[in-house]
């Protein structure tokens, strides 16, 4: 145990002891806060109906394979960003580059990370350039709930966005319930400093609040690699990053709005490979500064008709540059990119019975990327999706079917001119019948991915004659609710196939030393995704415990005559995964677990010994609150990778082993 | 007992001819970008001893990605691993002698015997005098006694091929870097260099821009790769005639073909893969070539080139996935040509008789694209008596069996000697 560490120990229990004393007067204060938790959840619809009088009954949603973490949950995991609670749900995974600044995507069910889409409030957080959003730039802190659902999030009203990804994320922001302000400081392992602002009012049905955070770390933890054939002990370099994230929202009743900017300068280490000295270290840097705005109205008319309309812009810039001394492997560049988006959605839902919904919307985006590439040009796309949708909820019988039609057009000079438009209808139908608690599901759903602006026109790889990725997804579900008086339990099992052809990879071309981007190549996965939730409280006393189990076979399905490969597990597949979290509060004192495996992956197909090694990580965290009359003080200790496991998502790019960090707040 | 006799010579020579090995080929396999994962794998009379001969001989890894392999005498061999920054020097038997780091971004190299050539797109390098900085790429010249840089020479951007030939050196500049964003053009010059002193001679203008990838030496003839710019210019090749150019006349020829991986036949040509690609069109082209340098320069392009390959060699090689390069053993005429596949399975070695009749394929690893062949047993390189340094006369020229020979005029045409440190096979010119 470091000095530092023994330190933040003894303050903990410094402060517990000396706050025993008070704990009776915080009782009443804890109950209370339990209840506002509780309106908290879900009070998104709930509120919002109570004010404008929209009664619209919900969807029931099991219907849809999904997984939420909301509310205390959420606040009791040893996160920080998005992609850290995503990856406690069953059917993820998450590619993470390590370090502090390092890409975080998730990839669901094997389909990709360019079929996850990710939704703020129900507008998708769109990057035309990558297709891929990285999640470790969205806080958890502005969050009510981050949810997961496998195919359609099946709402009566929304837009056609939301239908036209193979998995959905959606984050949902915090409706603030009464007036506050928050200041929180953080000290973590790698000279990692954060503060952070957060203050919130609920006057007169209008609800919002500013979030503002900022962070830096120099992100230089150890490593070690240990094998047969090595023993590399170093320290990360170049895995720095800083960032600053300030965004507010405004909210009353059918109303909601968001805005948004994020501003950071990180380091982009490369794979740790076999060097004589540290004195070349392939140093990249990049700059980003990500803004958006946007709204959203919903609205009930004549009972029957329900009616919502979204916009968004949004500002992206990105530069990367690898002209420094200590790079003498790449070419040296220094490209910056710009990239904006407008989007507007209408969508409308007719419900001539309660237990029928027809509904419709009409999505339209533009975007334009600029950079300044040697032989590149602007690129603009006009993208516009219908959807037309049905619901059905009879008996316990519920019925959903949606076909979405998409329609890309793009416009450039660049390489060798715009792809051709493209056009296609994809449907998704989903059955389930509920029996006490107990439901049962089927879902089909095709849809693609288009290629990116990346992809197509990217100087020396792009390739504009790329077709759609095609991906369909075939799963079967149970689904349990129960609760008794203290007792809560959840239980969900599914299984699944799915499909991904023409995936979209980037080979090089055959006989030439270049690049590019390709079709090429087929998956086929089967498995079981499995979340158990169990909640139990007595009394001050309140016991949670999360579960999430993966189970898949994912295989390539390219060419049956390549023999050493087809039918084979591809690279980063796990077959099994599972992570297990226990929470225990008493009062206002909470302790948190988390478990985490993830079993061995392949990431060539050249050799056995090509192998990630499973990996087992335990996170814990202990908090406590202190409440002086309005005040609060609170402190909390995480440890994260408590066993110290050195493990990676890519080969050769080591993520940080055992971390603390010590949070301090102040409420009023 | 005489009989006893005959047949226990003759038992004990089988046992030596099938001990002592014919095949030897060392192959790298490049591995996966920033994977750690470069790999050797050797090669012995049809079989595949090893895919991870340098781990098995030294208990370590390579490195990540390995670009060239030479032998530098009889007992060292040279790699240099791209971007590790290493040039890693073995025995014949894969153990590890010494590793430099002096050079890095290191590319292609070749040798005298005593001194190692090492183009670079580097822009600095460590030498036994302090540090240099370039502002375009270079080479270096390594000291096999101390495995120090001894001295370096700025030559053009992305310097990528390397060749001695009468005590010069002859680099192919690509300026590669251009084409991923750097603010420099495409280069199209050959550089050539003072190999005692290391200072350039001059610079042969080809007006071909690129001049990239593997480039093989047939005695005064280099066979240079040109891939284009990707859009407008088209692919082609380059027959460069290092005497002509040496005496400063018109020194080579361009061809409609690019020579994308090539190498050099027992008796001087030159066979070649090439697959040319623009972005303006999506389209390949594709060529198998067998090049009569000779013919090329005598014939000004006119004649030479002959779209085929020994035997089946071009069939078979039309029917791999990816290929990634092609050898001739100088030694005995075997052939060779790797298969990468799909570039996350393993690749395949596909290895031919000297007339071109396909013998097998074995797996190897990942992008397997560059090739050495160890003598046959009991064959030596002769390397190791060369004692003039390169450029001074006289220079001998020793054969495999080390003889020597202190004439041109004693050598037989098609055959393979050691001129300089650096076999070469010998063509009887005009």
Redesign the interface.
């Not at chain 2, 920033?34 to 994962?37: A, C, H, T, V």
């Not at chain 2, 893969?273 to 690609?277: C, N, Q, V, W």
């Given at each position: 145990m470091s000095k530092r560490t023994r330190h933040y120990l003894h303050a903990i229990l410094a402060i517990a002891l000396a706050s025993a004393a008070t704990a009776g007067a915080n009782a009443q204060n804890q109950k209370a806060k339990e209840i506002n938790e509780k309106e908290v959840t879900g009070a998104d619809s709930i509120r919002s109906l109570h004010e404008v009088t929209v009664t619209v009954k919900q969807p029931v949603r099991t219907i849809a394979t999904s997984q939420t973490l909301s509310g205390a949950d959420l606040q009791a995991l040893s996160t920080t960003s998005v992609a850290d609670a995503l990856k406690y749900f069953a059917g993820v995974q998450i590619k993470d580059y390590g370090g502090m600044g390092g890409l975080k995507t998730i990839n669901v069910r094997s389909l990709g990370a360019q079929h996850v889409g990710v939704y703020i409030d129900g507008i998708r957080i769109s990057n035309a350039q990558n297709g891929t959003v990285d999640l470790g730039k969205f806080s958890l802190s502005s969050m009510e709930s981050v949810s997961l659902f496998n195919a359609n999030k099946l709402d009566y009203c929304q837009s056609a966005s939301e239908y036209a990804s193979g998995a959905t994320v959606y984050l949902q922001t915090k409706r603030p319930t009464n007036d506050s302000i928050s200041i929180q400081l953080r000290n973590g392992s790698f000279s990692t400093w954060m503060a952070k602002m957060n203050a919130q009012f609920n006057w007169k049905g209008w609800q919002g609040f500013i979030d503002g955070e900022y962070n830096t770390s120099k992100g230089n933890y150890p490593f070690r690699y240990h094998s047969e054939y090595e023993d590399t002990v170093g320290r990360r370099t170049n895995s720095d990053i800083r960032y600053g994230r300030v965004e507010a929202a405004l909210f009353k009743g059918g109303f909601s709005s968001h805005i948004y900017y994020y501003d950071s300068e990180r380091g982009c280490p490369g794979g740790i490979v076999r060097r004589l000295s540290d004195k070349y270290t392939n140093i990249g840097r990049e700059w980003d500064r990500d803004f958006f705005a946007q709204a959203s109205y919903q609205d009930r008319f004549f009972d029957k008709l329900l009616f919502k309309v979204n916009a968004k812009y949004a500002n992206e810039y990105l530069r990367y540059n690898t002209k420094y001394p200590e790079n003498q492997n790449t070419a040296k560049v220094d490209n910056h990119y710009r990239q904006q988006d407008a989007y507007a959605a209408i969508c409308a839902a007719y419900m001539p019975w309660s237990w029928l919904s027809i509904s419709s919307s009409y999505d339209f985006r533009y975007s334009l990327l600029r950079a300044d590439l040697k032989r590149f040009d602007d690129v603009e796309r006009v993208d516009q999706k219908v959807v037309l949708a049905t619901q059905l909820n009879w008996k316990g019988i519920q019925v959903a079917a949606s076909a979405l039609h998409q329609r890309y057009i793009d416009w450039t000079f660049a390489n060798a001119g715009a792809a051709d438009p493209l056009y296609k209808w994809t449907p998704s139908v989903s059955l389930a019948y509920t029996y006490r608690g107990l439901t049962a599901r089927g879902w089909y759903k095709e849809i693609f991915r288009v290629p990116t602006l990346n992809d197509l026109y990217y100087t020396q790889v792009g390739n504009r004659n790329l077709k759609p990725e095609y991906t369909k997804q075939f799963n079967l579900g149970l689904e349990y609710h129960w609760s008794k008086k203290q007792w809560a339990v959840d239980m969900q099992a599914d299984i699944y196939q799915n499909k991904v052809e023409n995936r979209i990879v980037c080979l090089p071309l055959k006989g030439t030393y270049t690049w590019s981007m390709m079709n090429y190549g087929e998956t086929f996965c089967r498995g079981l995704n499995a979340t158990l939730k169990g909640h139990y409280s007595k009394q001050q006393w309140h016991f949670s415990l999360l579960s999430s189990f993966t189970w898949q076979r994912d295989v390539d399905r390219t060419d049956p005559e390549d023999g050493e490969v087809y039918d084979k597990p591809i690279c980063y597949s796990p077959t099994f995964s599972t992570g297990i979290t226990g929470i225990a509060a008493w009062r206002s004192l909470q302790f948190t677990t988390s478990y985490l495996y993830v079993g061995e992956r392949m990431w060539s197909m050249a050799d056995p010994e090509d192998i990630l090694e499973p990996y087992h990580n335990i996170d814990m965290k202990l908090s406590y609150t202190h409440n002086i009359r309005k005040a609060s003080v609170g402190l909390c200790l995480e440890v994260c990778d408590v066993l110290d496991m050195q493990y990676e998502h890519l080969p050769r790019y080591p993520m940080p082993g055992r971390n603390y960090k010590l949070t301090l707040t102040f409420g009023i | 007992m005489k009989k006893h006799l005959t047949f226990l010579v003759m038992l004990a020579m089988h046992i030596y001819n099938n001990v002592c090995a014919q095949e030897k080929i060392i192959i790298l396999n490049e591995g996966?970008w920033?994977?750690?994962?470069g790999r050797i794998s050797y090669f012995e009379d049809g079989k595949v001893v090893s895919?991870q001969w340098f781990?098995d001989k030294n208990?370590?890894?390579?490195?990540?990605t390995p670009n060239d392999i030479i032998q530098v005498n009889d007992n060292l061999i040279a790699i240099d691993?791209?971007?590790?920054?290493?040039i890693q020097f073995i025995r014949p038997d894969g153990t590890a002698v010494a590793?430099?780091?002096g050079v890095?971004?290191n590319r292609k190299m070749c040798t005298d015997g005593k001194y190692v050539y090492v183009s670079s797109?580097?822009?600095?390098c460590e030498t036994a005098n302090g540090m240099v900085y370039f502002e375009k790429g270079f080479v270096a010249k390594i000291d096999i006694n101390s495995f120090k840089v001894v001295a370096t020479c700025e030559v053009g951007y992305e310097p990528e091929g390397i060749a001695l030939y009468k005590g010069h050196l002859f680099i192919a500049n690509s300026g590669g870097?251009?084409?991923?964003?750097?603010d420099h053009d495409y280069e199209t010059t050959v550089s050539i260099v003072d190999a005692s002193t290391l200072t350039l001679k001059k610079n042969v203008d080809t007006g071909i821009p690129n001049l990239?990838?593997k480039m093989s030496q047939s005695g005064r003839y280099l066979c240079i790769n040109s891939?284009g710019d990707?859009?407008e210019i088209p692919?082609c090749g380059i027959i460069f005639d290092c005497e002509k150019a040496l005496n400063g006349e018109d020194c080579f020829v361009v061809f409609d073909y690019p020579a994308?991986?090539n190498t050099t036949t027992l008796d001087g040509k030159f066979l070649a893969?090439?697959?040319?690609?623009s972005?303006?069109?999506?389209g390949?082209e594709?060529s198998y070539l067998t090049i009569d340098p000779k013919t090329m320069m005598e014939t000004h392009g006119e004649s030479g080139i002959e779209h085929t390959l020994p035997g089946t060699m071009m069939d078979d090689i039309m029917g791999m996935?990816?290929?990634y390069g092609i050898y001739v053993n100088p030694y005995t005429g075997y052939m060779y040509a790797t298969d990468?596949?799909?570039?996350?399975?393993?690749?395949d070695l596909y290895q031919w008789s000297p007339e071109g009749t396909l013998l097998g394929t074995h797996k190897l690893?990942?992008n397997p694209g560059h090739f050495l062949a160890l003598p046959p047993s009991g064959h030596m390189t002769g390397i190791e008596t060369v004692t003039h340094a390169p450029g001074s006369s006289p220079s001998f020229i020793y054969d495999l069996q080390g003889r020597r020979y202190d004439n041109e005029s004693q050598l037989k045409s098609g055959t393979i000697y050691i001129k300089d440190g650096r076999k070469m096979l010998f063509n009887s010119q005009p």
């Open positions: - | 996966l920033q994977s750690d994962n895919n781990r208990g370590y890894k390579l490195g990540d691993v791209n971007w590790s920054n290493i590793a430099t780091e890095p971004n797109y580097g822009h600095e870097y251009s084409g991923v964003g750097e990239y990838g891939p990707y859009f692919a994308t991986y893969i090439g697959s040319g690609f972005f303006m069109t999506g390949y594709f996935t990816q290929p990468a596949g799909y570039y996350t399975g393993s690749g690893y990942i």
